[in-house]
């Protein structure tokens, strides 16, 4: 017993004392002093102390760049534009990464640190990214595996964003996870609702953030949140909107058509087509079947893949690529300009492309959200 | 009791008669990958003898100071890993503060430093040879140093090699292996004129 307990106390020592030396030798050799980061070519000058990655160090100085890892170098999402030289492209970057991004110096900001003054570009927009503290007021079941939170914000208590746009969702240490993380979700309210925000969050099994959702996520506890960021937002067009949604994937679109119907934009034409296996998996049709019965131009299609004996079914059945085919072929117009917006698995959004594509959208009117 | 070996023999004949990787064939993962370039090769040989000579002499202050009076010469392995592990983490610090190049070109094998078994073989080796303090330390150097010679020598053989007209069915890891076998015949030659067995 005693030399178990005097091995504990030796390695746990031992290892004390290194972890100490290794703290110390970090807090010298690390300390790369005072440096300046430009941002947008003088738009904004920021005096950091240098030695952390480019994300951390921004976000520190309220500048939130979107990473859905929480900054782990797996999504590839933190990309910025560095206009300094700081070296090589970094094998952690690399394979997320275009050939024509690394061409034009687009780095993970995630994976560089910041170790003298550096001049950086990113989008306008993302100076308006703040960190919410926040307040979860309703979470209720929409299916079986997808849950709507609503979110009220507390400081700041305001929020504008685009329709369409995400938040990455705070996710505190629970059970096993010892760290914060964050995760990004797509708003599912309208941008009129300035003080809280929603979201339609689907369970993966095993996920850190929707397993906390879940299981975890109570009515009345805090959260935070950082954001909005992201491109998926209605084009300020004519061209009729061919939107197609699949599980949660559903929560950007009911922004956008919720915005467009607030906003008295129902001069286009918009298809939704929300694809599921079974009934079980619809949520939202009251929502959206109203919303067509006052909007004269909006079309709503349900559609289900394998819909069972008892859910008696008089939609549309099959595939959310054949329905969306069959309908370009026999019920839109041929001649009016289209755009696509697509939200949900990589699967469904690859073969919804290739639906529009060959149906004459062009590829870079379609605009979409892939769940990663 | 340490064995009656000058410091002088000692540090000769750990980098050229008992060559801790090409005499005890310890270190040839990151030894062969490594290789392929002469520049990498020398900032790997230079990390491998600092971790090497810092860990050796640490390792024998641990085990004289710490297990042996506690009578935990059993946890010797996973203690000499923890010291090893810590003294990789600093000099990936340094190196990277020093010349962000040379830890770009290390790439992995920097922190692979960590499970190089020439250096817990060489802390291993201090141990049973019942080595004291000094000759730890000059023994951990010379092995580095012997560490660095043996790949320097392997990258510049190879820049030759890949000049060179190779039979189609030994390029790469073939002539790579053959040369090495070659070399620590070449090292054979040099056994007998020191023993610090």
Partial sequence: MNSILTASLLIGGLSAVLSALIVIVDSIVNNYGEVTIDINSGKKNLKVNGGASLLTTLSEQGIFIPSACGGRGSCGACKVKVLSDIGPILPTEAPLLEKEEMENNVRLSCQIKVKSDISIEIPEELFSAKRYKAKVTKIQDMTYDIKEAKIDLIDPNEIDFKAGQYMQLVVPPYEKIKEYTQRAYSISSSPSQKNSVEFFIRLVPGGIATTYVHQYLKENDEIELVGPFGDFYMRDTDADMICVAGGSGLAPIKSIVSDMFERGITNRNVWLFFGARSLRDLYYLDFFQEKEKKWEKFHFVPALSEPQPDDNWKGEVGLITDVLAKYFKEKMDQDTQKEGYLCGSPGMINACVKVMTDNGIEEEKIYYDKFA | ?197
Avoid: H
């Fill in chain 2, 1 to 197: 009791m340490a064995p009656d070996v000058g410091l002088i023999s000692l540090f000769f004949a750990s980098i050229f008669t008992s060559n801790i990787l090409l005499s005890n064939f310890l270190g040839m993962c990151s030894f062969i990958s490594v290789s392929k370039d002469f520049t990498s090769s020398n900032g790997l040989g230079l990390a491998v003898t600092f971790v090497m000579t810092i860990t050796t002499a640490i390792n024998w202050l641990v085990y004289n100071y710490l297990l042996l009076p506690f009578g935990l010469e059993y946890l010797r392995y996973i203690v000499f890993i923890i010291v090893i592990a810590a003294i990789v983490q600093i000099s990936e610090m340094i190196i990277e503060r020093m010349s962000t190049n040379l830890y770009m070109s290390l790439g992995i094998f920097l922190p692979l430093i960590t499970v190089n078994c020439a250096i817990l073989g060489v802390a291993l080796f201090m141990q049973i040879r019942n080595y004291n303090f000094l000759q730890s330390i000059i023994f951990g150097l010379g092995s580095g140093l012997g560490w660095w010679l043996a790949i320097v020598s392997l990258a510049s053989i190879r820049k030759k090699v890949d000049n060179s007209p190779v039979p189609a069915p030994l390029k790469g890891p073939g002539i790579t292996l053959i040369t090495i076998g070659l070399m620590a015949m070449a090292f054979m030659g040099f056994s007998g004129m020191l023993n610090v067995q």
